[in-house]
């Protein structure tokens, strides 16, 4: 079974008429990339870009991938020499490709010296990552680095073992640094505020204290582009893998699923050579802010609502929280309300980029679940929900539709759906949250005083915030949520 997987994973052999195979011999290429978080959105995305870009103009431009926590990726691409098949799923259909961009994947707690040496191989002249956004150890309050995060404090003990992206970036680039290797261009692709600047501050950090009186590994030779990325991955299930054996003829334990849709815009600011991205579809431009403030508030910002709302009234897919009209309305008045705090975006109409969107949320064949996206949401909302509402309040505008996301934050943080379901709340301060809330009375205002300290730099938000976020949050707690969703989308329909 392992030789026939094989060979029909591998480009170049025989593959089904219906699957679309590389136009290239993977083995011609060598590594140029690496990738630290080989998770299903990486190869949905960043790897397929890679292997279209491959095919369009070859190129030294194959991916290590690199784990940081887990075997089970490497389990799953290795023995398929990282080869695997990409499932497409369209309203109306299935579509396969294979994908072979991908040669290799290290665990990083089994082997740190071979990430390290990774990163810092002369071959090696692009790194990208998504780790999401808890792995970023930066304080809230300053945006530098927090000192006091575990893995920052084990990281700086420990130079040479590293355990958090961090420290194995400055580690990489340290030794490359040592050995005169060439120029590196290191690019986040996790949803976060001009997240290579963010990454560029946290590693200069880093390096500061690890090394306060010698030379700074990071110069004009290593470039921190910033870049949104764009395509809804859900998690992989048994029905992904039965359905890529019946796509390509033979069973895959890499397979990943995805939607049409791909975006990737990237800021053009490289160190030195990239792979033809563009070709695949990439756009390059001066500045990735406005792309990525769209995204975050927009489409982000919208899945939280849905996912939140959405999971204590019952809905396991936003599918399903889309075909409710009324949720699909307070959807449209969080995108609307998203779109009041953005400047105008050369080549793009918002009306259009929310009506697609809300397509995209609509298609039935994504199973994108509401608990998976409901999790980490104190990392999330800060960017998506909690900047608009002081733009807002600072402009004089209105935070309705933005207040009634944080009151189901709130609502959800209470870990029951209004069924009774009990679940885990799946965020880094799930502890802290716990915590606060033991011995609280389930009342609006007790809710808000004791969580609204914990979305960093919300706490301490003006009455005119916690009056219409807890007047939606009571409504949540006394009637439902559906009835609370009902009465927004009342509310709305009221106001305009």
């Not at 991938?65 to 497409?88: C, E, F, K, M, W």
Request: hydrophobic share 40%; net charge negative.
């Amino acid at each position: 079974m392992a030789e026939q997987r094989n060979a029909a994973l591998t480009a170049g052999t025989r593959p089904l008429p219906a699957v679309a195979s590389p136009a290239y011999i993977p083995e011609d290429h060598g590594c140029g990339i690496v990738h630290i978080g080989v998770g299903a959105f990486h190869r949905a995305h960043q790897a397929v870009y890679t292997d279209a870009a491959l095919s369009a103009a070859g190129g030294d431009w194959r991916i290590i991938g690199v784990s940081l926590r887990s075997r089970d990726q490497a389990d799953r691409l290795n023995p398929q020499d990282g080869r695997y098949s990409l499932i497409v799923r369209h309203a109306d259909r299935d579509e396969a490709r294979l994908v072979a961009s991908i040669d290799k994947v290290i665990v990083a707690p089994d082997d740190p010296a071979a990430v390290i040496a990774a990163i810092a191989d002369p071959a090696t002249r692009i790194v990208t990552i998504t780790v999401t956004e808890k792995a970023y150890p930066a304080d809230q309050s300053t945006g530098r680095l927090d000192i006091e995060e575990p893995t920052v404090r084990h990281d700086l003990d420990h130079p040479t073992r590293p355990k958090g992206l961090i420290g194995y970036l400055h580690a990489g680039l340290k030794r490359r640094h040592e050995a005169g290797s060439p120029p590196l261009t290191v690019i986040s692709c996790d949803n976060l505020p001009a997240n290579g600047r963010l990454l560029r501050r946290l590693v200069e950090d880093f390096a500061e204290r690890a090394e306060p009186c010698g030379p700074t590994p990071i110069g004009e030779n290593v470039r921190f582009p910033s870049s949104m990325v764009d395509r809804i991955t859900p998690a992989t299930t048994s029905r992904t893998y039965s359905d890529a054996e019946r796509l390509i003829g033979c069973s895959d334990a890499a397979a990943v699923e995805t939607e049409p849709f791909t975006q990737w815009v990237i800021e053009d600011d490289f160190a030195g050579d990239r792979p033809a991205w563009d070709k695949a579809g990439a756009l390059f431009v001066a500045d990735v802010e406005p792309y990525e403030r769209m995204k975050l508030r927009m489409l982000n910002g919208t899945h939280s609502l849905l996912a939140y709302a959405g999971h204590v009234a019952g809905y396991t897919l936003i599918a399903q929280c889309v075909a409710d009209s009324s949720l699909a309305a307070v959807a449209r008045m969080q995108m609307r309300a998203a779109a009041g705090t953005l400047p105008p975006i050369a080549g793009v109409d918002l009306d259009t980029y929310a009506s697609d969107l809300m397509q995209r949320f609509s298609n039935k064949a994504i199973r994108h679940e509401t608990y998976q996206i409901a999790m980490d949401g104190t990392q999330k909302l800060p960017p998506r929900i909690c900047m608009p509402i002081a733009e807002n309040i600072a402009a004089g505008q209105s935070i309705e539709p933005f207040a009634f996301v944080i009151a189901a934050w709130m609502r959800y943080c209470l870990g029951e759906t209004d069924s009774g379901e009990r679940y885990a709340l799946r965020d880094p301060r799930e502890d802290e949250i716990n915590r606060r809330l033991a011995g609280a009375p389930r009342e609006a205002n007790a809710l808000y005083a004791a969580l609204a300290p914990v979305l960093p730099g919300f706490g301490g938000s003006p009455a005119i915030v916690e009056e219409a976020v807890t007047s939606r949050l009571d409504d949540m707690l006394n009637d439902g949520m559906c009835a609370a969703i009902e009465a927004e989308h009342a509310s709305g329909s009221a106001q305009g």
